[in-house]
């Protein structure tokens, strides 16, 4: 790993410490916290150094997502969310664009990805947000929910139909016409700023259009998902590594029937599955960064992969911690507590489990039917 990784991931340890509970319990993460990590650009850490980014490749970025998730799965959405923004700008933007925002997300500025509607969530072609021409400038239209980061956000990359194509437009939440709804009590990942967003005859600049033009909805799409999707998968890696680490100490320490829990097959048997779904998940997010980094025409369909996998075990894995500590783990705010609640998430977003398993089961037919 990189000597840039180290000094993120100590960052992010330091600004943590032992506070995710209250995060938790509190729904929040200090607006200063995100922000100092902002200006220091562990939130976007792949964004190259020539706009202010640290560059990480994406497998440096993956064991500091990991290691985020592995602290608090919330703080890791954020940099999901902040890390989809940023490649978003930087595959589709313009030169001017590229410049202008990019800097922002590497000093403290934060942004969110707006793709899911009420009557639209894995179905991106159903989406109803509309962005129309409006005199010499725009006009937005829509509403999304369960944005991450929208609590929190200067900024929303927002996505959806302009003309016959679609487009992502860039849209200030202080834009009159945004009106940000945070939502309450949310199941998992509960500091990460999951709001709702209504978008009521919004004008912004022509410029605003990421590229300048409308572009094929799967062109846009594609592009933030494949990230967010590689960053989720090493985020459940995390937390893997966490329910791994909890269920161990917890089994060497505690006695059961006049013997070490650790003793009991049982136990061994979580143990060692645990151990299995880290190692495996971790390889397949290993696979799909290099695919990244390499840029290889087997990025899309390894992201999927690693995304459903590591997801599927986090969720299994974060039950077996619970199930190893019992009463131990089974209080709110515990580390294996919050990990089965953020770990279910993780397999509804950035494509849930099924439209994993289609597309997926897509690939299969197309490769070896």
């Not at 602290?71 to 930087?90: D, E, K």
């Not at 409308?214 to 985020?235: D, F, H, K, N, Q």
């Amino acid at each position: 790993m990189t000597e840039r990784w180290s000094e993120a991931a100590a960052l992010v340890a330091a600004a943590v410490g032992d506070r995710a509970e209250t995060w938790d319990r509190t729904g929040r993460i200090p607006l200063e916290t995100l922000r100092e990590l902002g200006t220091k650009g562990v939130l976007c850490a792949q964004i190259p150094q020539e706009y202010g980014g640290l560059g990480l490749s994406s497998l440096d970025n993956g064991e500091l997502t990991a290691a985020t998730g592995a602290r608090c799965s919330s703080l890791r959405s954020v940099l999901t969310s902040q890390g989809m923004a940023a490649w978003t700008i930087l595959r589709l933007g313009s030169a001017a664009q590229r410049r202008a925002h990019l800097a922002a997300l590497s000093s403290g500025s934060l942004a969110g990805v707006a793709f899911s509607e009420p009557e639209a969530g894995s179905d991106l072609s159903a989406m109803s947000t509309r962005i129309s021409e409006d005199g010499t400038g725009l006009r937005v239209d829509g509403r999304k929910v369960w944005i991450t980061v929208g609590a929190y956000a200067d900024l929303l990359v927002v996505f959806g139909r302009f003309g016959d194509e679609a487009a992502a437009v860039l849209v200030p939440t202080d834009a009159p016409g945004v009106r940000i709804e945070r939502v309450a009590d949310p199941l998992g990942c509960r500091a990460a700023g999951h709001a709702d967003v209504h978008l009521d005859g919004v004008r912004l600049p022509r410029d605003a259009v990421l590229g300048g033009a409308a572009m094929p909805l799967g062109l846009i799409a594609t592009t933030a998902l494949t990230y967010g999707r590689v960053s989720v998968a090493w985020g459940c890696v995390g937390i893997l590594r966490s329910c791994l680490a909890e269920a161990a100490r917890h089994a060497a320490s505690r006695a059961q029937g006049g013997a070490m829990l650790a003793s009991h097959q049982l136990v061994r048997r979580h143990l060692a599955e645990l151990t299995v779904a880290e190692q495996a998940a971790t390889r397949l997010c290993e696979h799909a960064s290099r695919a990244w980094d390499a840029r290889t025409s087997d990025l899309v369909m390894a992201a999927v992969l690693a995304k459903h996998f590591a997801a599927t075990r986090a969720a299994e894995g974060a039950s077996t911690a619970v199930q190893v500590l019992a009463s131990a783990g089974s209080r709110d705010g515990h580390p294996v507590a919050r990990a089965y609640r953020d770990a279910k998430l993780m397999e509804l977003i950035e494509g849930s489990n099924e439209m994993s398993q289609l597309m997926l089961a897509d690939h299969a037919l197309a490769a070896w039917s």
